[in-house]
């Protein structure tokens, strides 16, 4: 539950808050304060407040910290084995050894609806996807059952929800002057992949070294010079060119994530608009999605590089000297 609070002396009776708001929960009327009539539909994205010219509007979360209970039948979850553990471990630490990374690998699991929950924390507030993803590279796991998304967006294209009406119709991504008009951004949305509606229970990202479920997708966040070297790991035994998909739209519900997911081919990512207004992520950082079943060639790659073209690169040793 969520608490949407209007400061009457700072509203300016814009009605911004209503435009932008993916799931409709205000009303507006010229010159009134916006009211609240759907609630219970608020997801806290913050775009509301985060948007208000005046800062009149507040959104909190009522809810406590909890633990989610599978449906009391918490015994249906099987760990992972010991050995299945120390081999998550194994490459996380050669990924940071070889690459010297500056966060840690992540670990993504898609849990198909059906499917059992690990006994874990459920994050207090909700959060977007892309901040789970970028938590998580910094040590932190997050369990985020569809409830816990707060982007209706990356929610819907990791199959957690359906597309709110104003985000199928193009309606905000214009108002945010992210694209054109609205034509443009419904193609946008219409061309983007997405998991059936309902498909996913919920998302869970770990520390590859701290695994808890056996990943889909094992994510890289790094400058394009590390990011390069993983490109060259996944090719150093067929010297084949790679195709990746980018448009900075969606990019870690899409790009790092769906793709690898669905594909079974590693992707890279720029990044985008919401995963960079949300988090510190710096400038000089990009992403990659690697599927599990491509980890073991993209070692042994990295392994080979590792002994001489990395180490060579690094040191500038094709530098002319400076006259």
């Known amino acids: 539950m969520v608490d949407i609070d209007f400061d009457l002396e700072r509203c300016s009776r814009c009605g911004l808050c209503a435009e932008l708001c993916p799931k409709e929960v205000f009303s507006f009327e010229a010159g009134a304060v916006p009211g609240v009539v759907r609630a219970e539909e608020c997801c ?3 775009t509301c407040s985060g948007k208000c010219p005046s800062g009149a509007l507040t ?5 406590p910290a909890h633990r989610y209970l ?10 992972l084995s010991e050995a299945e553990v120390a081999q998550y471990v194994s490459l996380s630490e050669t990924l940071e050894e070889i690459l010297m990374l500056r966060s840690k690998p992540v670990a993504i699991t898609l849990i198909r609806a059906g499917e059992p929950l690990p006994h874990l924390p459920v994050p207090r507030h909700s959060l977007r996807y892309c ?3 970028i938590m998580a590279r910094r040590g932190i796991t997050t369990l985020m059952p569809a409830e816990s998304h707060s982007c209706p967006d990356g929610a819907s294209i990791l199959g957690l929800g359906k597309v709110p009406r104003k985000l199928a119709t193009g309606e ?9 008009t609205k034509e443009v951004a419904r193609q946008m949305v219409a061309e983007r992949p997405a998991l059936p509606e ?11 070294a701290k695994p808890v479920m056996t990943p889909d997708v094992v994510a890289v966040i790094a400058p394009p010079e590390t990011v390069m070297w993983l490109c060259m790991a996944s090719t150093y035994f067929t010297g084949k060119r790679s195709s990746f998909q980018m448009s900075s739209y969606n990019a870690q519900c899409v790009e790092t994530t769906l793709y690898p997911y669905t594909t079974g081919e590693m992707n890279t990512s720029l990044g985008c608009y919401g995963c960079r207004a949300i988090s510190d992520l710096g400038e000089e ?7 599990l079943k491509m980890m073991p060639t993209l070692i042994e790659g990295l392994r080979h590089l590792g ?12 530098l002319p000297p400076l006259v």
């Open 172 to 180: 905000i991504y214009v108002q945010l002057g992210k694209l054109a």
């Open 44 to 46: 806290a994205c913050m």
């Open 59 to 63: 959104v909190s979360e009522r809810e």
């Open 131 to 133: 901040q789970a993803l």
């Open 307 to 318: 002994k001489k073209a990395i180490r060579d690169c690094r040191a500038k040793v094709y």
């Open 198 to 208: 309902g498909s996913m229970r919920a998302t869970l990202l770990t520390p590859l």
């Open 70 to 79: 599978d449906g009391g039948n918490e015994s249906a979850f099987v760990p």
């Open 285 to 291: 950082m990009m992403f990659i999605g690697i599927p």
